[in-house]
């Protein structure tokens, strides 16, 4: 990577000095769980993201509450940034060490607290990932619905406000996360909700920590709200010869009530892509991929509905995937779609992007957002929890070209803004991180992002949780 590019990437670099006191001091509380191999660091200093950053100075892996508190309060002696690590799925550079400092895996701390299927509810531990949680669950007849693709950890789709395929019907994870427990900046712990439904005793702190993309708190259990699995479930595909057709169904089908559980639009050229990286032989169009929640009889009745709805804009019949395994398959390849990309030009990186609109503009938002990217000859995929109004953009660049990366961002730029202008938001799911912050001034503005930089300032006075990223300090 050359030194231009690298600028270009990241020109806010600002590493503080990890004094090797503070390192001495992490390796006599932690042993062998405190580590500065460079493979380790490096491990730890990369996302899905296309940024390029130093790596963190050490790296923890704590087992325990107690252990994440001890490295907060070290840190806090000597005012080094914490940064939490999950599994490193996240797509907007949330993990960066971009001002150096202890990355904090959290990753082994992986238990399931407390089941409690009377209330629907269960308590996890940061680490624990979505299909683990759904593996321990299964057998008392719930399950938890939110699907971001990745396997991710349960405290980093907490901390960024996760979503996914099923949002449209059960919500985000600021909807199902019901209480918390954190280690603040000062290395004290609080808990923040009860497992109860509902609560009006005071200021809601588990809203405020869902998404704050640790930088007001590193989560050490979560309680989550559970559902039961449907009595049925049934997924359909329905191809299109345009994208508006397709949105347009989707509108109709939202506006209508239908309680769809899911519908996910594909355009014909990543289903191209995944046809060939997961062996499918889906119908080279563009595509609505939908599920049905419900009794029997209920999904038979949703199904009809949006098929005559689909119809009627020209949709195919359906195709179904009526096993659990043809259903795992479909949805495995979906959520493969960025790896797909990847795969279809070797050695590129992914500028991806996602935002979140109004459903009644929907398609004026994609259509001119693909006739942008169209102009510009870059590959892109394109793929959307369209019944939520929220899409996704991945264009597919060269790292080491410049060129390729400004066309890309100027990309972005445009699909944002057109985002912002038709009344949505500048992030629907993926969160800001390092690659959205402009935009989040745009979108809320300055005073409101001034309030937000007063909490952080009152909660973390040394700027030592995630500095740098959703806004500067």
């Known amino acids: 990577m050359n030194a231009t590019l690298q600028e270009h990437l990241l020109p806010e670099i600002r590493q503080r000095e990890t004094p090797a006191a503070l390192v001495d001091a992490l390796k006599a509380r932690f042993a062998e769980r405190c580590s500065t191999a460079l493979v380790i660091r490096e491990q730890h200093g990369r996302d899905e993201s296309s940024f390029v950053a130093p790596p963190p100075a050490v790296v923890v892996f704590a087992e325990s509450t107690i252990d994440v508190s001890d490295v907060v309060k070290l840190a806090g002696q000597y005012k080094v ?96 996360v019901l209480a918390l427990q954190v280690v603040t900046a000062s290395g004290s712990v609080i808990r923040t909700g009860t497992r109860a439904k509902k609560s009006s005793a005071g200021y809601d702190l588990t809203r405020l920590m869902v998404g704050s993309e640790g930088t007001l708190g590193v989560m050490t259990e979560i309680t989550l709200r559970l559902y039961p699995l449907p009595e049925a479930i049934s997924a359909a595909i329905c191809s299109f010869t345009s994208i508006e057709a397709a949105v347009r169904t989707t509108i109709e089908v939202i506006q209508l009530g239908v309680p769809i559980a899911r519908v996910e639009l594909i ?174 001034v745009t979108e809320t503005g300055d005073g409101a992002v001034e309030m937000m930089r007063s909490i952080k300032r009152a909660l973390d006075p040394h700027n030592i949780l995630n500095p740098g990223k959703i806004f500067a300090l």
């Open 81 to 176: 940034p914490v940064i939490p690590f999950g599994v490193g799925s996240s797509v907007e550079g949330h993990l960066l060490a971009v001002q150096g400092g202890i990355s904090v895996d959290v990753s082994r701390m992986n238990e399931i607290v407390a089941i409690n299927a009377e209330d629907l509810t269960v308590t996890v531990q940061p680490g624990v990932t979505r299909k683990q949680l759904n593996e321990a669950i299964k057998s008392t007849g719930l399950f938890f619905p939110i699907d971001p693709g990745a396997d991710a950890t349960i405290g980093g789709m907490s901390a960024t406000c996760a979503s996914g395929t099923n949002a449209v019907r059960y919500g985000t994870m600021r909807e199902n």
């Open 267 to 440: 355009d014909a050229n990543t289903v191209r892509m995944v046809n060939a990286h997961s062996n499918l032989a889906l119908r080279e169009e563009h595509l609505l991929l939908m599920e049905f929640h419900g009794t029997p009889s209920g999904v038979k009745e949703q199904a009809e509905l949006v098929q005559e709805l689909a119809k009627a804009q020209g949709g195919k019949d359906f195709e179904w995937a009526s096993t659990p395994e043809e259903r795992t398959r479909l949805w495995t390849a979906r959520h493969n779609a960025h790896f797909a990309s990847l795969q279809s030009r070797p050695g590129s990186r992914a500028i991806i992007t996602d935002t979140c609109v109004p459903i009644s503009r929907l398609a004026e938002s994609i259509l001119e957002s693909i006739a942008e990217a169209d102009a510009t000859g870059i590959p892109y995929y394109l793929v959307g929890h369209v019944g939520d109004g929220n899409f996704h953009f991945g264009y597919m660049i060269d790292p080491e070209s410049a060129e390729e990366r400004n066309m890309a961002e100027s990309l972005n730029r445009r699909v944002v803004s057109r985002a912002l202008a038709l009344g949505g938001t500048c992030t629907g799911e993926h969160g800001v991180g390092l690659h959205k912050m402009d935009f989040l």
